[in-house]
């Protein structure tokens, strides 16, 4: 992304989900702005949402629910959301799902803020490690997470054609 962003003209500092994600709830938190918790395994969203908690206090959890669904289950998943009434959605499903998801639905779900976030509810639950930061700097935090699990592969193929994608863009 950052790439791209440069061939557009556009300079940005690398920003990873759970970055991102940390700063809308530490603004959250100050602001009173609720957020609700839409995917990982059972389980997972609580616990991230407990440490988020912890760590920006007075931060408002709307509602939580585990990313794992049917598609005849979303209508009831995305009712659910709206009727928590957050402020901001994080949808942590992965790629492409959580796009969809949000792009279809968020309308739906009333927020004003919708983010996908990947893994990071994995990661602030405490059950998986990101990065150690020098990876982090060398920017190949991408190559750990496809060492520690080597079925992402198929994501990471995507790559190149988005960068080709954006070079024909950029023409
Ligand atoms: N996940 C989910 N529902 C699914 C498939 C995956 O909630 O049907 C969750 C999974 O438990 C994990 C996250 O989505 O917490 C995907 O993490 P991953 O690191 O693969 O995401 P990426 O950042 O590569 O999109």
Redesign the pocket.
């Known amino acids: 992304m950052v790439w791209a962003l440069k061939r557009q003209g556009a300079t940005t500092p690398r920003v990873s989900?759970v970055d991102l994600a940390d700063g809308i709830c530490s603004l959250a938190a100050k602001r009173g702005w609720s957020i609700y918790l839409l995917?990982?395994?059972p389980g997972?969203a609580e616990e991230a949402a407990q440490k988020l908690q912890e760590t920006h206090d007075g931060l408002k959890i709307a509602g939580i629910r585990?990313?794992?669904f049917s598609e005849a289950e979303e209508i009831d998943v995305i009712e659910a959301v709206r009727d928590a009434e957050p402020d901001i959605v994080f949808v942590?499903?992965?790629?492409p799902?959580?796009e969809k998801l949000l792009s279809a639905h968020l309308g739906v779900m009333g927020a004003k803020v919708g983010v996908g976030l990947?893994?990071s509810?994995?990661v602030f639950s405490g059950r998986v490690k990101r990065a150690p930061v020098i990876i982090q700097k060398l920017r190949v935090e991408w190559l750990w997470?496809l060492i520690l699990?080597p079925s992402?592969i198929a994501?990471v193929m995507m790559l190149p054609k988005f960068m080709v994608h954006v070079m024909r863009e950029g023409r």
């Open positions: 989900g995917g990982a395994g997972v585990d990313g794992y942590a499903m992965g790629i799902r959580q990947g893994g509810l994995d997470r699990n992402k994501k």
